[in-house]
């Protein structure tokens, strides 16, 4: 697994890292029950502040991707890859309207904004 942060970006950089581990997960490249590294390695070898990686982590363990275990490190989510539920579509669908909405404003196609979806992965 391979993180990189783009300082340009105008996205935090703890969910460029929370992204990037959540991409990991649904490629497959790293599975449940497979380790993280500690906070503080991950800062070191990122050079960024240990509470950026803490802040991700708590992240992705809100989302139930990741369990964080004191001085254990972090593991994958045993049920990382799950059936979802309706109650999980909606969150999805919930946090997916306002960049809906903004495809509106920029006047794109909502057609061709699907297509984009079926093309990221």
């Known amino acids: 697994m ?8 105008e996205v935090p950089v703890y969910l460029q ?5 959540i991409h990991y997960i ?5 599975k449940p029950y ?5 906070g503080r390695a991950l800062a070191r070898s990122l050079q960024i502040n240990m ?5 991700a982590y708590h992240y992705l363990e809100e989302k139930q991707l990741i369990q964080v275990q004191p001085k254990s490190g972090a593991i994958i989510h045993p049920d990382a890859l799950k059936k979802g539920t309706e109650d999980d579509m ?11 909405d903004e495809a509106a404003c920029k006047q794109f ?11 990221v992965k």
């Open 2 to 9: 391979y993180l990189e942060i783009d300082e340009q970006s």
């Open 17 to 21: 890292l929370a992204n990037q581990v």
């Open 26 to 30: 649904a490629i497959g490249e790293i």
């Open 34 to 38: 497979d380790t993280l590294p500690s």
């Open 51 to 55: 509470h950026t990686v803490n802040k």
């Open 90 to 100: 909606n969150a999805l669908l919930d946090r997916l309207k306002p960049i809906i």
């Open 109 to 119: 196609d909502i057609n061709q904004l699907i297509q984009k979806l079926y093309e």
